[in-house]
Each structure stands twice: as C-alpha cells, then as structure tokens.
C-alpha cells in the first residue's frame, strides 16, 4: 500500500522530493550552526513511525537518517493517512482558465494560502514538540509547493496533470507524462542533488517581500500563475479577447530545448522558496 502511495502522490500532485529537499537544505545551510542545531534537535520529535513512512516514500533503507531537509517531503508520505489525509488540497490553487488573477477571494480554506497561514500559526503556538515539528514541515513544504508554478494553474486539467507530454530525455522508467510532472521533477533533470544544490544562489537580503503575510502569499501564488500562463511553458494560448488560458491541442513536447528554456525558471523559484523558509526559520527557531 505504502508503494502505491509513493507512485501516486510524488508524480502527481506535489513538487517532487529532489525539490523539496533542495528549497530546505539551501534555508538549512545559510542558518547560524546554533539554529541549525536547534532544528536536528526538533526533527528528533517526528514520530519513528513517521520517520519509517518518510523512508519508504523516499525508497531508501526504512531506518534511514532522517534530517530536516529530507522530511520536507513528509506531508507527500502521510498525505493519504489519517488524521492528515485533511490537508490533501492544501497542496496548490486551482482556478478557471478565464482568471488571470488571484486574489482573497479564491481561497477558501481548503487550499495553498490557508494552508501556509494555517500551519504558520500551528508552528509558532505549538508547546507540543511533536505537534511543531509536524507544523513546520507543513510549511516548508508548502512554501515549496506555492513556488512550483503548476501549483497555482487551472482546475480544468487538474493543474496541468490531464496536459500530456511527450517525454524525449527520459528513460522509461523516469518519463514524465504529464505538464505537471515536469515541473514537479523532470525539469531537474537527473543530477544528483549535491550537483543541483550547488547549482542554485538564492540572495538572503530578506526584503520585506519575503516574509510569510496574506498579502506577500497573493504576491507569490500570482508570481506561479504569471508563469504558468507564460508562453516558455506551453500550458495555453492566450486568448486576444478575454485573455483567457486556452488549452494546448497538441501534446507538448518535452525535450532539451523546452528544458532549455524552462530549467532557469524553476530554479528561481526554488531559491526564492529557500529564502523565504530561511527567514521564517532564522526569526522562529
């Protein structure tokens, strides 16, 4: 069941493991030794179960070392179980294909910007060490989430995952077959994650647009939509009349020259997710 689990849930709704792991080691690595320690010491709190749960997800030895950065895919792993099978849609946005913007209005309780606010709050009230670790990985991973554009895209096509693809650079095994898979994973291409973490050179200025409020959360769920709705990324036309996201009618091709194009894009947005988890971290460790 658990196998099951892991083939469904990683492809297919949220920003996969490798991406995951890069936004909250790069937030890791730019804390203080201090704070970093203060964060192993929380992560000590995740339950064994949980930990071994995480494990298999992650397709590794069951009693693997878990660190903070591999447990923000833990939501994925339990994200089918009780009591957290609740926070299922909390993973991204859905809106019409006529919307060109997200505003207050489009969230309603159930989705990406409650779901930050929500686990935000959780984190910073918690006594319960089990319960905080629990919150902050909730965040980290939504933090994560909000920045993968096809996580603020449209519910005609289940954000991308009804858009088919026509893998060229991957091996069967590894093909992805939809949009949303590719943003998800594919676009990282198979490069282990020291050489990807290495890769990316987020700025740790912190300007006031990176600090977790409703207003910057509009700011970064539009930011995605911008994205997904931008011609690089083959999601739609954009209809001259009423500027809706009109679907594609040709599987979209994905080889080196889409990754080309694209691969730059996502990356920004990892680092800017590994910004604004590092701020939230180094005010509330």
């Excluded at 689990?5 to 936004?23: N, Q, R």
């Excluded at 009230?125 to 629990?134: L, R, S, Y």
């Excluded at 990316?200 to 970064?220: C, G, M, Q, R, Y």
Aim: hydrophobic share 40%; charged share 15%.
């Amino acid at each position: 069941m658990l196998l099951f689990i892991f083939c469904f849930s990683s492809s297919t709704y949220a920003l996969g493991s490798k991406g995951h792991w890069l936004v909250c080691q790069l937030a890791v690595n730019n804390l203080p030794l201090a704070q970093q320690d203060s964060l192993s010491n929380l992560i000590n709190y995740l339950p064994l179960a949980q930990k071994q749960q995480l494990n298999i997800f992650l397709k590794r030895s069951i009693n693997h070392q878990v660190t903070f950065a591999d447990a923000c895919s833990w939501p994925d792993a339990i994200r089918h179980e009780e009591p957290f099978a609740v926070y299922k849609s909390w993973h991204y946005l859905n809106v019409a294909r006529e919307q060109t913007e997200i505003g207050k209005s489009d969230c309603q309780s159930n989705c990406i910007l409650d779901a930050i606010t929500f686990h935000q709050q959780q984190y910073i009230n918690a006594k319960n060490p089990i319960t905080k670790i629990q919150a902050l990985l909730f965040l980290a991973h939504w933090l994560g989430d909000i920045h993968q554009p096809l996580h603020i895209s449209f519910k005609s096509d289940l954000g991308g995952n009804k858009t088919k693809v026509i893998d060229r650079l991957n091996s069967t095994k590894q093909k992805c077959k939809n949009l949303h898979q590719v943003w998800d994973r594919c676009l990282l291409g198979n490069s282990n994650k020291t050489l990807l973490l290495n890769s990316l050179a987020p700025s740790f200025e912190s300007p006031s647009s990176d600090f977790i409020t409703a207003k910057n959360l509009l700011v970064w769920a539009n930011q995605s939509l911008t994205i997904s709705r931008s011609k690089s990324v083959q999601y739609c036309k954009i209809d001259d009349n009423n500027r809706a996201c009109v679907p594609t009618q040709d599987k979209i091709i994905f080889d080196q020259a889409y990754l080309n194009k694209n691969n730059l894009t996502l990356k920004k947005q990892l680092n800017l997710a590994a910004v604004r988890l590092h701020l939230f971290l180094s005010e509330n460790l």
